[in-house]
């Protein structure tokens, strides 16, 4: 039988991001994908314009119906957009032992706000203590510990900082960190940092990267790979699909999610 992976997302209709972005990724690595959506977007590559959340209720319902039938073996959340469906999340999935990938999504690639500010004081509160891993970008991880994140140093501070919030391990992405030649993720886990660089891509199509980090890595967990090695495959699955980003749309492009190659590169190494 084949591992299983759930997403607990947003919808975005251009295919580029949220659930979708997750569930052609569980496909690559070769994991069955579930899908619980938390709210719908309209957007595409050039703008996000239209956010409607689904009822707490609703969520914690379709959860409710994939959990008692298909558990799966890890299970990520992305863009969850009100307090209130943060906290049914963070009940429905605190009585299951599967790892939990939280990819605290704030904003869309656009800048469109994608959870409120009590949103996020909850998921900080509730959600993050349930998690094995969260994967705030260095924008995420300042928003949510407070700390100025501009060097190494301070990705490695704001992992510690997240931690001391509940969840064993986190990952801080480097992509707005460092230089013009190389980005640098930041993983701490059990007292130990792990870092992960990679040649910086110059490129405008990016949508979707951070949804597409986080369920790689949720991936890796339902087949049974250690944390540091989920963390490193997904790592190199997301520097391919920048790499060989097939160049659609008039804004920020998605990214290639497969394993055949994008077309052409839009990328300078």
């Given amino acids: ?148 994140v501009r060097t190494v140093a301070d990705m490695r501070r704001a992992a510690i900082a997240l931690c001391e919030m509940g969840p064993p391990a986190a990952l801080v992405k480097g992509g707005h960190v460092g230089d013009d030649s190389e980005t640098l993720d930041v993983l701490y886990d059990a007292g130990q940092y792990h870092e992960f660089p990679a040649p910086r891509l110059a490129t405008m199509h990016t949508h979707g990267t951070g949804c597409t980090y986080s369920a790689a890595i949720t991936a890796g967990l339902a087949r049974g790979l250690t944390l540091v090695d989920a963390v490193a495959r997904a790592r190199r699955f997301v520097h391919e699909a920048i790499r060989t980003a097939p160049g659609l749309g008039r804004g920020s492009g998605p990214v290639n999610r497969t394993r055949r190659g994008g077309g052409r590169s839009q990328t300078r190494d």
């Fill in 1 to 148: 039988m084949p591992s299983v992976a759930l997403t607990v997302a947003g919808s975005d209709p251009s295919g580029g991001a949220g659930i979708q972005a997750d569930l052609k990724t569980f496909h690559q690595f070769g994991v069955y994908g579930e899908a619980v959506i938390t709210l719908v977007t309209v957007q595409n590559s050039v703008r996000v314009s239209r956010v409607e959340m689904m009822t707490a209720d609703l969520v914690a319902e379709q959860l409710a119906a994939v959990l008692e039938d298909i558990p799966p073996q890890a299970a990520k959340t992305g863009a969850l957009g009100s307090a209130e469906v943060v906290c049914a999340v963070s009940r429905v999935l605190g009585s299951f032992e599967f790892p939990l990938v939280v990819d605290p999504v704030m904003l869309s690639t656009t800048g469109m706000p994608l959870a409120s500010e009590a949103a996020v004081r909850v998921m900080k509160r509730e959600l993050f203590p349930r998690a094995a891993l969260v994967t705030p970008n260095a924008p995420e991880a300042e928003a949510l510990t407070g700390i100025a």
